[in-house]
Every structure is written in structure tokens, then in C-alpha cells.
């Protein structure tokens, strides 16, 4: 019986709420374009908020900004 592989994780979007995370850095890696600085580079991610990202996705998909103020405000 063969086993099935696990889906691809879609970088550009939340691994939260999956809708698109607008990360500067995949899409300069889709669009060719020079890496620009995105806006999660001077936010801090509480460890709380970073537990609810599921395995597979960590280090692979970026929290969005609209989960990340969410979390951050209760």
C-alpha cells in the first residue's frame, strides 16, 4: 500500500489562519525580484503564538501580520 505524502507547505500563506502572510522574502523568491525587508523583521513573536504553528509548517510559512497583531492584542 503506498504512502501518502504529506501536502507541500504553501509559504505565502499563514499556517494559522491560511490566508496570504505577505512575506516580503517568498515573494522576492517567486517574483526574481530583490529580497525587500519584510515587516515581520522587527516584530517579536511571543513563544505562545509560535507553539500554535503546526510542526510541518515551522520555519517553512510565516504568521501573518493581521494573526500576529490579533495575538498580540488577546
Known amino acids: 500500500m503506498p504512502s501518502q505524502m504529506p501536502a507541500p507547505i504553501d509559504a505565502c500563506a499563514c499556517p494559522l489562519c491560511g490566508k496570504p502572510n ?30 500554535k504553528v503546526p510542526v510541518a509548517s515551522q520555519r517553512k510559512a510565516c504568521i ?11
Open 22 to 51: 505577505q512575506c516580503a522574502m517568498e515573494v522576492a523568491k517567486t517574483s526574481g525580484q530583490p529580497v525587500a525587508k519584510c515587516w515581520c523583521v522587527n516584530v517579536s513573536f511571543p513563544p505562545e503564538l509560535l507553539a
Open 64 to 74: 501573518c501580520q493581521a494573526c500576529a497583531t490579533k495575538d498580540a492584542h488577546g
